[in-house]
């Protein structure tokens, strides 16, 4: 059979063994939600060219299912989507023995929207380049949790407002993970800022911060004191302006900032690119000893 057509499946695919990196990709689809084909090539393929032929092959036999953004070229110039298909989940149920708490439910059209699925690629971007800085280093990634996960369940906080008004206000940070480096555990929460948030609004967002972590309540969900709240912005102009509102409601050592384009698998744990609220030096998220 000649090369498979790249939005269609067609009745009789070539056959294929699952391998344990298929099953490995599988698993992180699911964690992942939506994967680029080059997310996936970054994580687990050392070429574009076997990374196309294996998701080929996991997409005709119904592991993975395929998506396309609308672009002026058409399909042929849209980079890849991929999601979980129905034997995708079945390989959960059999080899990861998942319980129907464990599984996700299928994406759902309003998560293929433009405006959803920019955000969520940018925050998996980011989560590829920890895994990788991870892997590179040796270090380990205890627990990812994203933003479907945390709003499952999550606090609420009552703030003083810089008006003066009383609010009450949900944390709901887009992901947190954990790492465990030499120099022990580190936590974070990380917010993907595009832009689009009010410095009013961003002001009540460092203040519940704030207010969360003095309480104990971040202690006590999280079962521990480990925090830095990463945030991740779209330019320089905008990460020097959340970084001074910060500082002027008091905000200090606990929040980074630093911007996406600087974000590597090199960069992002070892490299200063960060910004601290309080300081005017760079740091490393990292530091050797």
Do not use: C
């Amino acid at each position: 059979m000649g090369r498979l057509p790249r939005n269609r499946r067609v009745k009789n695919p070539p056959p294929m063994r699952l391998t344990n990196r298929d099953v490995e990709i599988i698993k992180n689809v699911h964690e992942f939600r939506i994967m680029r084909g080059d997310q996936i090539q970054a994580l687990f393929f050392g070429s574009q060219s076997t990374a196309s032929y294996r998701l080929s092959r996991l997409y005709q036999h119904q592991y993975l299912d395929k998506h396309f953004l609308p672009t002026l070229g058409g399909i042929s110039s849209s980079p890849t989507l991929y999601t979980l298909d129905k034997l995708g989940f079945g390989v959960l149920r059999e080899i990861y023995e998942f319980g129907p708490e464990d599984i996700r439910h299928r994406v759902r059209s309003k998560e293929l929207s433009p405006l959803f699925l920019e955000h969520l690629l940018k925050i998996n971007d980011v989560r590829v380049a920890v895994t990788l800085a991870v892997r590179q280093n040796r270090f380990a990634l205890e627990t990812w949790y994203d933003e479907s996960v945390l709003k499952s369940d999550y606090d609420r906080v009552t703030i003083n407002t810089p008006t003066g008004r009383n609010r009450n206000v949900s944390l709901i940070p887009d992901s947190y993970f954990t790492l465990r480096v030499p120099q022990g555990r580190s936590s974070f929460f990380l917010e993907l800022d595009r832009g689009t948030m009010t410095t009013g609004r961003y002001k009540e967002k460092i203040l519940a911060y704030m207010k969360y972590v003095n309480s104990g309540k971040y202690q006590s969900r999280y079962n521990t004191r480990s925090l830095r709240v990463l945030t991740i912005t779209l330019g320089k102009r905008r990460m020097k302006n959340l970084k001074q509102v910060t500082e002027k409601v008091g905000g200090k050592r606990i929040f980074w900032y630093t911007e996406l384009l600087k974000i590597t698998s090199t960069s992002i744990l070892d490299e200063p690119i960060w910004q601290v609220a309080g300081f005017d030096s760079t740091f490393s998220l990292v530091t050797r000893e």
